[in-house]
T-cell receptor, first 116, second 116 residues
Framework: KQEVTQIPAALSVPEGENLVLNCSFT??????LQWFRQDPGKGLTSLLL?????REQTSGRLNASLDKSSGRSTLYIAASQPGDSATYLCAVRFVRGQTGANNLFFGTGTRLTVIP | NAGVMQNPRHLVRRRGQEARLRCSPMKGHSHVYWYRQLPEEGLKFMVYLQKENIIDESGMPKERFSAEFPKEGPSILRIQQVVRGDSAAYFCASSPLRTSGLETQYFGPGTRLLVL
């Protein structure tokens, strides 16, 4: 069964700290992995997309890594700010998706709070 | 270039009524995906459509739910005879023409359905 798991479910850090969010997936045969941000009552904003052939992607203070063989990805946020407070979702497109390869499998997210 | 648009943003229905959720993909996108996010859960794939075609509906509940993406106009997710368990956020995403499953999905702001 293909699953995506995110740990921790919630995280609180003081402003300025660097932090790491974790995502694990059960099948290493993937097309890509995507990190999203979801603000309360809002839609999803795509942060980073890592193709299966890539090891990492960077955008500003964000860096996402991918280790397909171990089924893991991390999202690193440097110098966290109160505006980073949101839920971060990891989503995987599996090659042999149970519901086809057309859709994303989402984790349940990590709710991040950055304390000023 | 407007993003993915969904309306209404909030919808309240009484048990037994019908709910119609609309999604207009980004300009130039011909693929639409619907996801459902139940309270405190991750997003779950429901259906994948192209214009006038349902490509993959393996995530749709067997009864009461249907989706369409006509040649003209928005994609519609229709829920008949709603029950309280249908209360959720329904997200639509769109993508351009597929290229080996590498395309990014762009998400709309969601429709929050509340069934009383």
């Amino acid at each position: 069964k293909q699953e995506v798991t995110q740990i921790p479910a919630a995280l609180s850090v003081p402003e300025g700290e660097n932090l790491v969010l974790n995502c694990s997936f059960t099948d290493s045969a993937i097309y890509n992995l995507q990190w999203f941000r979801q603000d309360p009552g809002k839609g999803l904003t795509s942060l980073l997309l890592i193709q299966s052939s890539q090891r990492e992607q960077t955008s500003g203070r964000l860096n996402a890594s991918l280790d397909k063989s171990s089924g893991r990805s991390t999202l690193y946020i440097a110098a966290s700010q109160p505006g980073d407070s949101a839920t971060y979702l990891c989503a995987v497109r599996f090659v042999r998706g149970q519901t086809g390869a057309n859709n994303l499998f989402f984790g349940t997210g990590t709710r991040l709070t950055v304390i000023p | 270039n407007a993003g993915v648009m969904q309306n209404p943003r909030h919808l309240v229905r009484r048990r037994g009524q019908e709910a119609r959720l609309r999604c207009s993909p980004m300009k130039g996108h011909s693929h639409v995906y619907w996801y459902r996010q139940l309270p405190e859960e991750g997003l779950k794939f429901m259906v994948y459509l192209q214009k006038e075609n349902i490509i993959d509906e393996s995530g749709m509940p067997k009864e009461r739910f249907s989706a369409e993406f006509p040649k003209e106009g928005p994609s519609i997710l229709r829920i008949q005879q709603v029950v309280r368990g249908d209360s959720a956020a329904y997200f639509c995403a769109s993508s351009p023409l597929r290229t080996s499953g590498l395309e990014t999905q762009y998400f709309g702001p969601g429709t929050r359905l509340l069934v009383l």
